[in-house]
T-cell receptor, first 115, second 111 residues
Framework: NAGVTQTPKFQVLKTGQSMTLQCAQD?????MSWYRQDPGMGLRLIHY???????DQGEVPNGYNVSRSTTEDFPLRLLSAAPSQTSVYFC??????????????FGDGTRLSIL | RKEVEQDPGPFNVPEGATVAFNCTYS??????FFWYRQDCRKEPKLLMS???SGNEDGRFTAQLNRASQYISLLIRDSKLSDSATYLC????????????FGKGITLSVRP
């Protein structure tokens, strides 16, 4: 039972480079989300999706794009990496949205450094 | 007032101690509440939900005070393995609501 799988686990980029953080879940969850976690800031929501084909912005969406072409996958794209995007990124999923009180299942995280 | 605020910590307690964390929330319409645990360099994991009547899971007790808008987590007989960061999580309200995480409080249990 894989749960939520994130790749890569670590990545170093140069300013201006682009990359995609992958997230996949095998639990048939409707709701998926991306968070970043920075020291002293807690977890902040970047983007979320309530189902295939539907995405919306969270608290800190600037500099990031997402898409949800399938129920299983929810990739996060950095179009032009900036040092301020150095962070730990977590993907999470739940059976339904937060209003359903379902627990969030998190991936292992991606540690991203932008030089 | 921030949406979710936690005690600044850190907490450093000896084994066997009882420790309590509080978390306040600003939206009185908030519907659901959770405590998550995060080990160093790991992902957050659900510790327990918080129910209106309070709930207990072994050494852990969670309580909700709607009048004062805070939730609490009590850990009795602390173990070394309880050392972690504890995050309170609030679901504001409504179908389009988004979970709000507190910044977390770090607990260190010493021998």
């Amino acid at each position: 039972n894989a749960g939520v799988t994130q790749t890569p686990k670590f990545q170093v980029l140069k300013t201006g480079q682009s990359m995609t953080l992958q997230c996949a879940q095998d639990m048939n969850h409707e709701y998926m989300s991306w968070y970043r976690q920075d020291p002293g800031m807690g977890l902040r929501l970047i983007h979320y999706s309530v189902g295939a084909g539907i995405t919306d912005q969270g608290e800190v969406p600037n500099g990031y794009n997402v898409s949800r072409s399938t129920t299983e996958d929810f990739p996060l794209r950095l179009l032009s990496a900036a040092p301020s995007q150095t962070s730990v990124y977590f993907c999470a999923s739940s059976l339904r949205g937060p209003h359903s009180n379902q627990p969030q299942h998190f991936g292992d995280g991606t540690r991203l450094s932008i030089l | 007032r921030k949406e979710v605020e936690q005690d600044p910590g850190p907490f450093n307690v000896p084994e066997g101690a009882t420790v309590a964390f509080n978390c306040t929330y600003s939206n009185s319409a908030s519907q659901s509440f959770f405590w998550y645990r995060q080990d160093c360099r790991k992902e957050p994991k659900l510790l327990m939900s918080v129910y209106s009547s309070g709930n207990e899971d072994g050494r852990f007790t969670a309580q909700l005070n709607r009048a004062s808008q805070y939730i609490s987590l009590l850990i009795r007989d602390s173990k070394l393995s309880d050392s972690a960061t504890y995050l309170c999580v609030v679901n504001p309200a409504g179908a389009n609501s988004k979970l709000t995480f507190g910044k977390g409080i770090t607990l260190s249990v010493r021998p």
